[in-house]
T-cell receptor, first 115, second 109 residues
Framework: IAGITQAPTSQILAAGRRMTLRCTQD?????MYWYRQDLGLGLRLIHY???????GKGEVPDGYSVSRANTDDFPLTLASAVPSQTSVYFC??????????????FGPGTRLTVL | GQNIDQPTEMTATEGAIVQINCTYQ??????LFWYQQHAGEAPTFLSY????GLEEKGRFSSFLSRSKGYSYLLLKELQMKDSASYLC??????????FGAGTTVTVRA
């Protein structure tokens, strides 16, 4: 693989179910991020990780959890999905915690529908 | 918190120039980014400004005024493939990005 990948591409989920969105990067980037994108609201940060073993809360963390066991993987878990979590989810990564001109690279996204 | 404003939509003719403005109010500033996002795809990086002034990269240029909390993205010699959303994003003092809602640019023949 090259770059950053996400799985699944899309998912329809019943409310109350648990769901894990997967994200893997092979660029050896220190920092990784999860965003949700909703019409009219733009991208909003859910959780982030500046380096393996550490995570932090973004703007909209409620209902979501993350882990960062190694450099490459950064899964996002919805413990009990609700319809308001219907969105497109993007994973991103950047080098050196995004300092300097180091831009974030985005995965292709996961379209999640919670019914 | 962050407050980032950009127009919702803009329309321009192929071959023309379009300027997308972005104003921001942030707690801490560590750079401003512009991303392009085609419908159904991931955002891709266009430009980065951290000092005042103009950064030129081919047909695209980006300007920053930190004292005014203002940036613009200039797209020259518009092509049909430039039809996309353009996202303004500010990196705060904790090195996290906050995004504006995006500006959808439609290029007409």
């Amino acid at each position: 693989i090259a770059g950053i990948t996400q799985a699944p591409t899309s998912q329809i989920l019943a409310a109350g179910r648990r769901m894990t969105l997967r994200c893997t990067q092979d660029m050896r980037h220190n920092a990784m991020y999860w965003y949700r994108q909703d019409l009219g609201l733009g991208l909003r940060l859910i959780h982030y990780s500046n380096t393996a073993g550490t995570t932090g809360k973004g703007e909209v963390p409620d209902g979501y959890s993350v882990s960062r066991a190694n450099t490459d993987d950064f899964p996002l878990t919805l413990a009990s999905a609700v319809p308001s979590q219907t969105s497109v989810y993007f994973c991103a990564s950047s080098d050196s915690s995004g300092t300097g001109g180091n831009e974030q690279f985005f995965g292709p996204g996961t379209r999640l529908t919670v019914l | 918190g962050q407050n980032i404003d950009q127009p919702t939509e803009m329309t321009a003719t192929e071959g023309a120039i379009v300027q997308i403005n972005c104003t921001y109010q942030t707690s801490g500033f560590n750079g401003l980014f512009w991303y392009q996002q085609h419908a159904g795809e991931a955002p891709t990086f266009l430009s980065y400004n951290v000092l005042d002034g103009l950064e030129e990269k081919g047909r695209f240029s980006s300007f920053l005024s930190r004292s005014k909390g203002y940036s613009y993205l200039l797209l020259k010699e518009l092509q049909m493939k430039d039809s996309a959303s353009y996202l303004c994003a500010v990196r705060d003092g904790d090195y996290k990005l906050s995004f504006g809602a995006g500006t959808t640019v439609t290029v007409r023949a």
